[in-house]
Every structure is written in structure tokens, then in C-alpha cells.
């Protein structure tokens, strides 16, 4: 599925991706330097470039917690817009919480405040269906609603949508969120997330013909795949600022199902699948967040839509991961 023309996006600006390693930034990173070319994007992460095999374009070593580092690569390659994807996930900021709080945290402070002082001139930074808890509406979960959440991730995103609102309406900094659903993605391994149980199973469908699934076969959960998630971040990033209505992060949606529902449509293509359940800490988890999400103002106001079914999407992550895995 391609992305926006290039036609759609200004190509002056110089991006700054922070965790562009990670699940959404190794896709998203490549998708920028499609469109604005590989010269006015730069990568960064906490790996030692030295350690990295064949890795083409700009990259810098930072740690996003070493603010006066990051002032640095900023003004260096005189950055407009900075991508903050780094983060520790739902599954293992329980074992960490307060180092989940920290990096979590930290990292949107020290952007904010680049931001504050004219140094960037635009932020993404992801939120998640994280910041809503067992007493949300768990179905079509709205826009504004109850958020309680009971993990340190889902605090943390809470807590950080606020700030994006509160620097917004303080100090003008145009800063843009999604509340992504669980993401799936064949170019890189599951993540440490609750959700990725929908990424795992297809691996394991492709290389074993069976998986353990960690949650319930009837446990329904909001999920996106990967180029619907990217399409959706760039849409949000290059729409007039008249039209960004939500400052703290906007719902967005596509497909929602339950683990027996994905080992359905993974059998139409590998019949000898089998799955079984063991479930454990992360049921509760997941049993926290909503079953579908409601997320009509991103369509009304920066006209979302996703492209992508569980049809789809299964078609399309089987013949990719047949093609590097087997």
C-alpha cells in the first residue's frame, strides 16, 4: 500500500527519529526518507552505530535522557520535527516501573522543552490504548472517557498526553499524538507489548505451524498493522495545524479481534496451524484496555481511515514473513 505522494509534505524540513530502531521507527524511518529523502532525515538510538551491520543513512548514538546530547544532534543537523519514539512497553515497564517512568517521561520533557525554547518546530510522540483502565468503556471506546490505567506504561502515556496538552495551550509548541492500538509488523520481532501476541503468532505460524498463545482465545483487542499505523502518523504529522482539534493524542482504530478469530484466518493459509492458551500476568493487562476503539474525530478532523482487515493483513504478513523466514 503506498503512503502520500510526495507532493503532499514540504521538503525543507531536517526529522530527527528517536528509537528509530525500535518496531515503529525502523518502518516509519524508512518511510520519511522516502519522502523527504535520506539527507533531511536523521536516525538515532541508543545502539552504537559500530554495532550496527550495513546500516545505510544518517544515524546518531543517543541515549534520549542525555538532554545536552540531544540539544546537540538538534542544532547539528538544524532539526524542525523530532519523532520520540522511544519507550519501554507495557509487559516490561511492570518489571521495571520506575525506569519504564523515567525513560518514558524524561524523554517527552526533554523534546518539549527544545520545543519551548524555538529549537524544534513540531513533535510526534505516540501514545497508547494504554491510558484506559477496567473502568473505561470497553466497547467503541471514545474519544473522552474515563481514563484510569493500571499498568506504569499506561500511566506514563497518561501523564504524557497531559503534558502534550499543557505545553500546546502554555507555551504553543505543536506538538501531535496517536493513541496506537496493538501493532503488527513482519519486519521486526515482537516488542515486549501485551498486544504482540499478534505479531509472535504469526512467526511461530510460519516457522512451527503451532504458537501458545499467553491470552485467552476470546480476549478482543483493538489492533492495526504496520502501514496503516505509519500512514496514519504521517497524515497526522502533515496536516494543516488547524485541523489538529486534540492536543493530548487522538484515538485511532482498525481492526479488532481476539486471538481464536486471528488462528481462524491464519489456517485459511497454513491448515495444519494450531494454537493453544496458557494465559498469564499479561491477560490481566490486556483484560484493563478496551475491546474496540471509537476514534471518529481523527476521521472527522485530519481524515483517518484505515486500509487494512484481518483478511488483509494476514494475507499480506504471511507472504512477507514466508519470504524471510522460510
Known sequence: MAYLSPEFYMHTDNLLI??????IGSELTSALRKIYGEQHVIASDIVEKRTLRNYEGIYEHLNVLDKERLKIIVRKYKINQVYLLAAILSARAEDNPHFAWRLNME??????????????????????IA?????????????????????????SKL???RWCA?????????????????????????????????????????????????????????MMYMPDAIRATL????????QIKIRS????????????????????HIPEFRITYQPDFRQALADSWPQSIDDSPARKHWGWEPYYDLKKMTTDMLKNLRKTLQ
Open 166 to 222: 499543557y505545553y500546546f495551550r502554555k507555551f504553543s509548541v505543536d506538538v501531535r499524538s496517536l493513541r496506537y492500538p496493538g501493532l503488527i509488523s513482519y519486519q521486526t520481532p515482537p516488542g515486549g507489548g501485551t498486544t504482540d501476541y499478534a505479531v509472535d503468532i504469526f512467526f511461530k505460524a510460519v516457522q512451527y505451524k503451532s504458537y501458545t498463545c499467553y491470552l485467552k482465545k476470546n480476549t478482543y483487542l483493538p
Open 235 to 242: 497524515e497526522l504529522m502533515a496536516a494543516p495545524s488547524s
Open 18 to 23: 528517536i528509537g528509530a530502531l525500535g518496531q
Open 107 to 128: 524523554s517527552l520533557f526533554n523534546v518539549l522543552e527544545l520545543a519551548r525554547d524555538g529549537l524544534i518546530q513540531k513533535i510526534f510522540w505516540p501514545s497508547s
Open 249 to 268: 493524542a487522538y484515538n485511532v482504530a482498525a481492526i479488532s479481534f481476539c486471538p481464536s478469530e486471528l488462528a481462524a484466518e491464519i489456517k485459511k
Open 159 to 161: 501523564a504524557g498526553e
Open 131 to 155: 491510558v484506559f483502565g477496567p473502568t473505561t468503556p470497553r466497547r467503541n471506546t471514545p474519544q473522552f472517557t474515563i481514563t484510569e490505567p493500571i499498568t506504569a506504561y499506561g500511566i
